[in-house]
């Protein structure tokens, strides 16, 4: 192909945004891709074409994402929105993407690559969790941010971490309350949060976490100290059950959200050969990246939630960091003026992940959340429980790949990515190993699904056509 | 099991649903226009013909799939509706047509 970038950004979240203004704006010639129709990222969603003209359901963080679209759009980088990446290689000269926009493949050329391609929401595998009427909080929120549109009838949130109360709150100001908040979050976690108490009370957090409780506790009943959760329902989810120290109880319910927590988003990178190192305090995996965002891999940089949890303005410095170093390793800015640019960015990120610890010690997912019982499916698209996994392993499979070959977990559309997780942390208590000594699943390309049609028409040489033919 | 909020003024799109005619607000992802206009299930599995809906909203659990204008398994919360759509929602298995 002749088209080669000096810097493709992959994502438009924060992470994205930044990095494709920090590189464009030091004269490289960059490209930012998004499968969304606009750019924000989940975090900004819809922030380009939002129903909302005035910030009192979302809340000042939400419209943030503004000041990111205008600097974006002066900055010189082109955005190709409504493309899907499938996938990435690095070659000794330069990166190689697979991209899919409006039924149409190509392969693109860059010499250096940003993956700001973000986090998801931790799986909360527990019985009924497939049923229609239960999405996740941040689908949700998703709905509210894009469409205006929230719960009509009886919600119920369940799980633990900022975002559950964060939107209870958002529905309490958009005049629809949910009918209970069920806290997942283990009471010792309380305990080893602790331990991060002064630097919590010194950070920004803290004011805004006892507000936000605050807020939420006057309007909302809310559950503590849930050890158990299962939905019920035939066709869709009408009831919810959950246990406390006091027993088991139920509730009729319209709509169950659910949310444990955001985990990085692996798929692209970890496809590439990026290595990835297991975080303990978040219980996820995360990139292993330099203070740059340098991945193991020579041209890949990986950014912003997609490489490891620390929030909006955090990915935003850190994709600042890794598009200086792309125009930089790309030839457009030597060290110096790199080194001066990314000063304030560097004293920035020291006070953003202040307080970080003791979100993290406090708001881990509960064990019996994220590793489930036998009858609970952990696979949704192939439709496998913790059961078939825990036969297969007594079968013999003792990896994330093997366990794909006994029981088909991870081969579905979503491939892999809504269990992954779970698959690493299901075997490694299982079997009483470290995830890291259990690793991930290792996402192939097409790392989306693309029609057999648009790959074939991807312009080929002479040689790529016959190198798998012999004649 | 969803409301749009009175200070939504985006204009309305007409698509069809399994033959069916729903409104939409323009900027709305087919997702969304489903789940509004209380289209559930939007499928069936193909495993054990389970009912689905859509569930993370942003492209990573594939529940969410349909079919739109003739091109099945499509990522209904990834598409954005436009005037005249055809959408079906997809039951069980997909059937290879002959020819």
Known sequence: ?471 | MFRRLPEDARPIIRLSVDGRDIEARRGDSVAVALLAANVIPTRTTPVSAAPRAPFCMMGVCFDCLVEIDGIGSQQACLVRVREGMQVATQRGARRLDPG
């Not at chain 1, 002749?2 to 992470?15: C, L, N, Q, R």
């Not at chain 1, 509730?251 to 970890?270: A, K, M, Y």
């Not at chain 1, 977990?409 to 997780?421: A, E, F, K, T, Y």
């Open chain 1, 1 to 471: 192909m002749s088209d080669v970038f000096d810097v493709i950004v992959i994502g438009a979240g924060p992470a994205g945004m930044a990095a494709a203004c920090s590189a464009a704006s030091n004269g490289a010639q960059t490209l930012l891709l998004d499968e969304n129709a606009g750019p924000g990222g989940q975090i900004y969603r819809a922030i380009a074409a939002s129903p909302f003209r005035s910030g009192r359901v979302l809340g000042h963080a939400y419209w943030v994402g503004e000041n990111w679209i205008n600097r974006l759009r002066r900055s010189g980088a082109a955005h190709r929105p409504r493309t899907t990446v499938w996938s990435l290689r690095a070659s000794g000269n330069g990166v190689e993407i697979g991209t899919l926009s409006d039924g149409v493949a190509q392969l693109l050329r860059a010499r250096q690559v940003v993956v700001a391609t973000g986090a998801m929401e931790r799986p909360m595998p527990v019985p009924g969790w497939t049923l229609p009427g239960v999405m996740t909080v941040g689908a949700v929120q998703t709905l509210l941010k894009s469409s205006a549109l929230v719960p009509h009838g009886e919600a119920v949130l369940a799980g633990t971490g900022p975002l559950l109360y964060l939107f209870a709150r958002q529905l309490v100001a958009a005049g629809a309350p949910p009918a209970l908040v069920l806290d997942t979050t283990p009471r010792a976690n309380r305990l080893r949060a602790l331990a991060h108490l002064p630097s919590f009370i010194a950070s920004r957090y803290f004011f805004k976490g006892i507000g936000l409780l605050a807020a939420v506790s006057r309007r909302v009943p809310i559950v503590r100290g849930v050890e158990a959760l299962a939905i019920a329902g035939t066709d869709r989810a009408n009831a919810i059950r959950w246990r406390t120290e006091a027993g088991w109880q139920e509730r009729r319910c319209d709509l169950v959200l659910l949310h444990q927590g955001v985990v990085p988003n692996i798929d692209l990178w970890s496809s590439a050969g990026c290595r990835a190192v297991w975080n303990e305090a978040q219980a996820c995996w995360h990139a292993e990246i330099d203070s740059w965002g340098q991945s193991s891999e020579a041209g890949i940089l990986v950014a912003g939630d997609g490489a490891g949890i620390g929030g909006a303005e955090v990915a935003a410095i850190r994709g600042v960091l890794a598009g200086l170093q792309a125009a930089h390793l790309c030839g457009c800015l030597d060290s110096g003026s790199r080194d001066l640019q990314s000063r304030p960015a560097f004293q920035a990120l020291a006070r953003l992940l202040r307080g970080r610890d003791f979100l993290d010690a406090a708001f881990l997912a509960p064990a019996w959340s994220r590793v489930p019982e036998a009858d609970t499916l952990v696979c949704r698209c192939e439709e496998v429980t913790m059961g078939d996994l825990v036969a297969a392993m007594r079968d013999g499979a003792s990896g994330p790949a093997s366990l794909k070959t006994f029981s088909r977990c991870g081969m579905g559309p979503c491939q892999g990515r809504q269990c992954g997780l779970t698959v690493t942390e299901a075997l490694a208590a299982t079997l009483d190993r470290t995830p890291t000594e259990i690793g991930h699943f290792r996402p192939r390309p097409p790392v989306r699904p693309i029609p057999l049609g648009a790959l074939a028409t991807i312009p080929a040489t002479d040689e790529e056509t016959t190198s798998v033919v012999r004649l």
